[in-house]
């Protein structure tokens, strides 16, 4: 059974803005201790001041720096639920597309991932179980023009949760992948959504319902699943 949310320790990436931003307002609202990981400093201290968690800055497409921004925001306390948030969106052709771009866009999205979850998962079996949540997208289900990196991290990420599920199960480890499900208003979606999708986004504090659900409920039948971030909430705000 998952602990209740004001005795959890949350590791959250990509925290400084956006989504990751709003989940940790709404972990941090329900009691929970927050570690909070990103790369913009300024806007992960205005993040750890308002909500009270622990910050490392850190740029996740480095191996070393990835695994002490995770003993800096844990203090070496086990984690009861991640959430992988972080990514690199550079929309170009894929003739275009540098190594180093194509590397930094894998390394961020999905080694971070394996790095941050295998640094956990020993915590975890201990404390009997946690939750790994994995921020996926239509990127991660289907393929888009010049999305080339972003696609392939995305894709990873879905097979990397699916196989920590199969192996967490009997550890009471919950691995799954959540999407945004509706168009969601983030610095990465005014820089690259449509006019059409920003009439009808939403605001991301909208789905940080979704990720409070996830980690206090655990559900055996989301072990595995891809999980839509709008639908929970919404059947959270209605019960």
């Given at each position: 059974m998952s602990r209740p949310l004001s005795?959890?320790?949350?590791?959250?990436?990509g925290a400084a803005q956006g989504l990751g931003a709003a989940i940790a307002r709404a972990f941090a609202a329900e009691g929970a201790a927050l570690g909070l990981i990103d790369?913009?400093?300024?806007?992960?201290?205005?993040?750890?001041?308002?909500?009270?968690?622990?910050?490392?800055?850190?740029?996740?497409?480095?191996?070393?720096a990835?695994?002490?921004?995770?003993?800096?925001?844990?203090g070496g306390r086990p984690v009861d639920t991640l959430i992988h948030n972080a990514a690199i969106l550079r929309p170009e052709p894929f003739a275009a597309v540098g190594f180093e771009t194509?590397?930094?866009t894998l390394d961020v999205g999905l080694q971070a991932g394996f790095l941050l979850a295998q640094g956990i998962w020993?915590?975890?079996?201990?404390?009997?179980?946690?939750?790994?949540?994995?921020?996926?997208?239509?990127?991660?289900?289907?393929?888009?023009v010049d999305e080339t990196a972003y696609c392939a991290a995305k894709h990873g990420l879905e097979g990397l949760s699916k196989c920590l599920a199969m192996e967490g199960e009997a550890e009471g480890i919950l691995?799954?992948?959540?999407?945004?499900?509706?168009?969601?208003?983030t610095p990465m979606s005014e820089r690259n959504y449509p006019p059409e999708l920003k009439r009808t986004w939403v605001e991301p504090d909208r789905l940080a319902p979704a990720f409070l659900r996830i980690a206090a409920e655990r559900r055996p039948d989301?072990?595995?699943?891809?999980?839509?971030?709008?639908?929970?909430?919404?059947?959270?705000?209605?019960t």
């Open positions: 005795e959890q320790l949350v590791v959250v990436t790369i913009d400093r300024a806007g992960l201290e205005a993040v750890g001041r308002e909500t009270g968690g622990a910050i490392a800055v850190a740029d996740l497409s480095d191996p070393q990835t695994r002490d921004a995770l003993a800096a925001v844990t194509f590397r930094a020993e915590g975890m079996r201990g404390r009997g179980g946690g939750a790994l949540i994995f921020v996926s997208s239509q990127s991660g289900i289907r393929g888009f691995s799954c992948t959540i999407t945004p499900g509706m168009a969601m208003r989301w072990n595995g699943r891809r999980l839509d971030a709008w639908q929970l909430s919404q059947e959270t705000e209605t």
